[in-house]
């Protein structure tokens, strides 16, 4: 990131700050019909509530013609759950938000975990985003190796979607969603490539806490190369990037 770039940079005093003006973001787009790449993981949790709140506040007319014509695309699934296990991405994004939206289904489309040849979804889902237009903006966490959706390191510029093995450190990462156990996370996932992440018109990276600290000053305070997956957006023409004071912490030039 250059000094220039630092513009796109902001740092808000803590998590739920960062949530209320990501879910800001994400309305506006939405009233402008937008169609939304969506993200997972407890960086989300607090954007999804306010989010809902927000639009809970919406006077009844224009919150149902939001609704109505919502279309999101998740980034990732795991391989081998669906819907019914309380730890896959479908699972959480009915909670988060299909439920106290009423959103129907197909609104919010994720891949399909329990797709017979996850490679043959991975190419059905990709055939799917680019039949919507491709995604206006894209929202993103930061995997505390740098993965974004599920592009472990190494990982080019131009990944396709693809089913691909998670790493150790993506295992550990996310185990406390499975009682802690990382050989409980699954070992596979289908992941929206590097390719269709930067393909979309704007991305919007949203960093909380402490541990982050590190993997954000590398993401974008280093050139940029596969050995962190989320360095090459500082590429993207369009980047927002939206911390927290703790995540930001180790970034040198604030
Ligand atoms: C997960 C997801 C990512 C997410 C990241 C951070 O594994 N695949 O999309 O952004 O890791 O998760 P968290 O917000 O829980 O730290």
Redesign the pocket.
């Known amino acids: 990131m250059t000094l220039q770039d630092r513009r796109h940079l902001q740092i808000k005093p803590d998590a739920q700050a960062v949530a209320d003006a990501v879910a800001g973001l994400l309305l506006a787009a939405l009233q402008r019909g937008a169609v939304l790449g969506l993200?997972?993981?407890?960086?989300?949790?607090p954007v999804y509530g306010a989010l809902c709140a927000r639009i809970a506040s919406l006077a009844a007319p224009q919150r149902a013609a939001l609704t109505a014509g919502w279309r999101s695309f998740n980034?990732?699934e795991y391989v081998g759950l669906g819907p019914q296990d309380p730890q896959s991405?479908t699972a959480f994004m009915h909670q988060a938000l299909a439920v106290p939206l009423g959103l129907a289904p197909g609104q919010l489309q994720l891949p399909d975990g329990l797709a017979a040849d996850p490679a043959t979804e991975a190419g059905r889902y990709s055939h799917l985003v680019a039949a919507a237009g491709g995604i206006d903006l894209q929202l993103?966490?930061?995997?505390?190796n740098g993965?974004?959706?599920?592009n472990e390191p190494p990982c080019p510029s131009d990944a396709p979607c693809r089913c691909l093995p998670?790493s150790a450190a993506?295992r550990r990462?996310?185990a406390a969603a499975f009682g802690g156990h990382a050989d409980a996370v699954p070992g596979r996932?289908i992941?929206l490539g590097t390719r269709d992440i930067l393909a979309a018109h704007q991305v919007l990276l949203v960093v909380?806490?402490a541990p982050?600290a590190a993997i954000l000053r590398r993401t974008l305070e280093e050139p940029p190369g596969p050995e962190v997956p989320a360095s090459w957006l500082q590429n993207h023409p369009r980047l927002q990037v939206i911390v927290d004071a703790a995540a930001a912490s180790a970034l040198q030039l604030r």
């Open positions: 993200a997972t993981g407890r960086t989300m949790q980034l990732d991405f993103l966490g930061l995997g505390s993965h974004i959706g599920f998670l993506t990462q996310n996932a992941t909380t806490g982050k």
